[in-house]
């Protein structure tokens, strides 16, 4: 019998040199059989029941053993290779996931342009809590104000104002991430349309 000892560390390509190794000595073994034209199933024994002659009776049954053994090894070298495989595909997707995560970070990074408002205050139930605008936001679009136009609070209450009932499209740092968010201001019970106090970001 062959017995292949692998590798702590199982490659695919040390399996498919393994399996290239033992698909050939199970060739050379069939041609074995081949020339003795007896085949794997082919009988050894005479019509009588005698041990043939014609044949050489210790190769055929060593060949026949060989590929046996050989078999057993070659679906063993196979699944190994298979486990092999999914691991290192497995091992390859983690890496991708890992790296989109530390790009998309970066990107964040590089693209944030300085917050020009924080919000100070947000109350519950009103327009601004509702869209999810939350304490400590520091915003950096509120529909058409943004940091390279901002000059005080007052350009913030006149695009309010001419926005009622409308969506304004609302941009913030949470985190060290862009969020961004649909706010309609618009009247609820308690004061203002928003709900929210916003307070300037010292630049």
């Not at 019509?47 to 050489?56: F, K």
Request: contains cysteine.
């Amino acid at each position: 019998s062959t017995t292949f000892f692998l590798p702590c560390t199982f490659s695919p390509q040390f399996g498919q040199a393994k399996k290239d190794e033992i698909e050939e000595q199970i060739k050379a073994y069939y041609d074995v059989l081949e020339d003795q034209g007896v085949g794997v199933e082919g009988p050894l024994v005479d019509a009588e029941g005698y041990p043939r002659d014609d044949v050489n009776l210790y190769q055929i049954r060593n060949a026949r053993h060989n590929i046996s053994c050989l078999q057993n090894d070659h679906k063993a070298i196979m699944a190994e290779i298979e486990e092999a495989l999914h691991k290192l595909h497995a091992r390859e997707k983690a890496k991708r996931g890992q790296d989109e995560v530390e790009e998309e970070a970066m990107e964040q990074q590089v693209t944030l342009p300085p917050p020009f408002a924080r919000v100070d205050s947000v109350t519950e139930g009103s327009p601004a809590s509702g869209a999810g605008l939350r304490l400590g936001d520091e915003i950096i679009e509120f529909g058409s104000v943004n940091t390279e136009n901002f000059q005080n609070l007052q350009n913030i209450a006149a695009v309010v104002q001419h926005s009622e009932g409308k969506p304004l499209r609302v941009s913030v740092i949470r985190s060290g991430q862009k969020a961004q968010m649909s706010l309609t201001p618009q009247r609820w019970s308690g004061r203002g349309l928003l709900g929210c106090n916003i307070v300037p970001v010292q630049r």
